[in-house]
């Protein structure tokens, strides 16, 4: 199975940083990750998918990039709503896996 | 706009037999557009993904091989819904079970259904 490993655990920011979450795998899968956002008691929300497309309807603030093993995430200026926990996830071969997620807290 | 709807029970005995319903609206099982999945998620396994079916021509099934041996999955044209069965549960298999549509080229789990918490007890 491709092991899917980010960094960091956890991050404390602020309203207006800019955050930058990575994920490595732990074998190329080129472009086949997608980044989910999720909250408390709620299922994941897709993000970004296929390393840096924007899912519709999500804000422009998010964006990733990547290719082969390494990827991140990158929130330009975090609004109270972005506050949770990112999940990253490969789509190059099943069985898929996920990061063990980013918890991102209010500093 | 494709929703998920699931049900079944939030309580299942060791060693019986876990049985979740995913009821879709806005697209049909059977379509070519992508996969049905069931994903799971706990404090110790984090998520999971189980396995998925789809239509291509024919009916196919992919899973985990850590639940290989225990899980199926069914679509059911008539309902337009698809099913999880994990046989033989313990209580590592509490967890939060998500069913999920997987859009195709590029692939991507894009719509969640809502959660069932399964909770093994006696």
Same mark, same amino acid.
């Given at each position: 199975d491709i092991q899917m490993t980010q960094s960091p655990s956890s991050l404390s920011a602020s309203v207006g940083d800019r955050v930058t979450i990575t994920c490595r795998a732990?074998?190329?899968?080129?472009?086949?990750l997608n980044w989910y956002q999720q909250k408390p008691g709620k299922a994941p929300k897709l993000l970004?998918?296929?390393?840096?497309i924007l899912q519709s309807?999500?804000?422009?603030?998010f964006s990733g990039s990547g290719s082969g093993t390494d990827f991140t995430l990158t929130i330009s200026s975090l609004q109270p709503e972005d506050f949770a926990t990112y999940y990253c996830q490969q789509?190059?071969?099943?069985?898929y896996t996920f990061g063990q997620g980013t918890k991102l807290e209010i500093k | 706009q494709v929703q998920l709807q699931q049900s079944g029970p939030g309580l299942v005995k060791p060693s019986q037999t876990l049985s979740l319903t995913c009821a879709i609206s806005? !697209?049909? #099982? =059977?379509? &070519?557009s992508g996969a049905w999945n069931w994903i799971r998620q706990s404090p110790s396994r984090g998520l999971e993904w189980l396995g998925r079916t789809y239509y291509r021509s024919k009916w196919y099934n992919d899973y985990a091989a850590s639940v290989k041996s225990r899980i199926t999955i069914n679509p059911d044209t008539s309902k337009n819904q698809f099913s999880l069965q994990l046989n =033989? #549960?313990?209580?590592? !298999?509490?967890a939060v079970y998500y069913c999920a549509r997987e859009y195709w &080229?590029?692939?991507? #789990? !894009?719509v969640w259904g809502q959660g069932t918490t399964v909770t093994v007890s006696s």
């Open positions: 732990s074998q190329s899968i080129t472009r086949n970004i998918y296929a390393a840096s309807g999500v804000p422009s603030r789509s190059y071969s099943t069985p | 806005g !697209d049909s #099982v =059977s379509g &070519n =033989s #549960v313990t209580p590592e !298999d509490t &080229n590029p692939f991507r #789990v !894009d």
